[in-house]
């Protein structure tokens, strides 16, 4: 298909894990601008749009490989799994809406604290 050493479908699995993975790996350096700030010490709007980035990146690369696992899956149907390839990615993505979730009640509720302070 690609070539002589993508033409197995356990290839074809590997080279995706392998892309997967990296894109998990650019996803937490994205985050963290490599390593340099903690996620706690960002802006908190900063925090969410960057969250909100990678669920965006997250949604469009699974609606792109299950379009393509679609026309391909004659060929690789047993090999082209959804969890074992988008597997980090998804664990990623959902670590990430706790993450969002926990910020947005956080706030909601020191605000009601406050609101309850200054009565």
Request: charged share 25%; hydrophobic share 40%.
């Amino acid at each position: 298909m690609c070539s002589e050493f993508y033409s197995k479908p356990e290839e074809i699995s590997s080279l995706l894990v392998s892309i997967n993975n990296q894109i998990v790996i650019s996803c937490k350096n994205y985050l963290t601008n490599n390593h340099t700030i903690d996620i706690r010490l960002l802006d908190r709007k900063e925090l969410l749009k960057r969250i909100e980035n990678i669920n965006n990146l997250y949604k469009t690369y699974r609606e792109i490989f299950l379009k393509i696992k679609q026309k391909i899956e004659n060929h690789y149907h047993d090999h082209l799994s959804e969890c074992y390839l988008l597997g980090k990615f998804h664990f990623l993505n959902q670590r990430l809406n706790k993450v969002e979730l926990f910020i947005q009640n956080y706030i909601s509720f020191f605000f009601i604290l406050y609101i309850s302070f200054v009565k």
